[in-house]
């Protein structure tokens, strides 16, 4: 389940289950999202994007849900592996032109 | 990694010292950008640029100073006004085109002796 950490929240999940992490964005002129997952002492690494014209994309073990409505974005990892355990974070373009907004972030435990 | 490189993985500061962390880029990016992140914490923009020789401040720009001379290299500087400067330093580019991927080096930690 989830919890609240010191600084970040965080997923503890059982390795092989799925996992969901979710993010709440905060601009109605977002137009592109994207989730980062970022390993201790690396840099964020891009995992998958998504437009505001689809509500869903699939990558490899990965899908991104887009609910325009209540501006909420979801990350779901499949069978998840001891490997998918770091800090996720979502990001969004808002009105700028190149600029992003990123999330606070969540921490994922896989437990073997 | 992305194409992008930044140098030293770590770097020790003494205090009242200036100290200029490099960000490289071959992914030919007009766009490039300064993140600091401190633990667990998630990340804040310091500077980014659009094009040579223009960059612009962000939420966190006291204390630190950019150039951006080549298209290749953003080079940031934590100078001795920047009071609390360890954390990790993150640089990344994007092209300048509306909803554009930026891809990130592999950072810099700071640390003051």
């Known amino acids: 389940g989830e919890s609240v950490g010191l600084h970040l929240p965080t997923l503890s999940v059982q390795e092989g289950d799925n996992s969901i992490i979710n993010c709440a964005y905060s601009?109605?002129?977002?137009?592109?999202f994207i989730w980062y997952k970022q390993e201790s002492g690396k840099g964020p690494q891009f995992i998958i994007d998504?437009?505001?014209?689809?509500d869903k994309r699939q990558g490899q073990r990965v899908t991104v849900l887009l609910n325009k409505t209540v501006k909420h974005l979801s990350l779901q990892i499949a069978a998840t592996q001891p490997g998918d355990s770091a800090v996720y974070f979502c990001?969004?373009?808002?009105?700028?032109?190149?600029?992003?907004?990123f999330g606070s972030g969540t921490r994922l435990l896989v437990r073997p | 990694d992305g194409g992008i490189t930044q140098s030293p993985k770590y770097l020790f500061r003494k205090e009242g010292q200036n100290v200029t962390l490099s960000c490289e880029q071959n992914?030919?990016?007009?766009?490039m950008y300064w993140y600091r992140q401190d633990p667990g914490q998630g990340l804040r923009l310091i500077y980014y640029?659009?094009?040579?020789?223009?960059?612009q401040k962000g939420d966190i720009a006291e204390g630190y100073s950019v150039s951006r001379e080549k298209k290749e290299s953003f080079p940031l500087t934590v100078t001795s006004a920047q009071k609390n400067p360890t954390a990790f330093y993150l640089c990344?580019?994007?092209?300048?085109?509306?909803?554009?991927?930026?891809?990130f080096g592999p950072g810099t930690r700071l640390l003051v002796l």
């Open positions: 990344a580019s994007s092209s300048r085109e509306r909803g554009e991927t930026q891809y």
């Open positions: 601009n109605s002129a977002s137009d592109y």
């Open positions: 998504i437009r505001s014209n689809m």
């Open positions: 990001a969004e373009n808002g009105d700028s032109s190149y600029k992003l907004i």
């Open positions: 992914l030919n990016h007009d766009a």
């Open positions: 640029s659009q094009i040579v020789n223009d960059f």
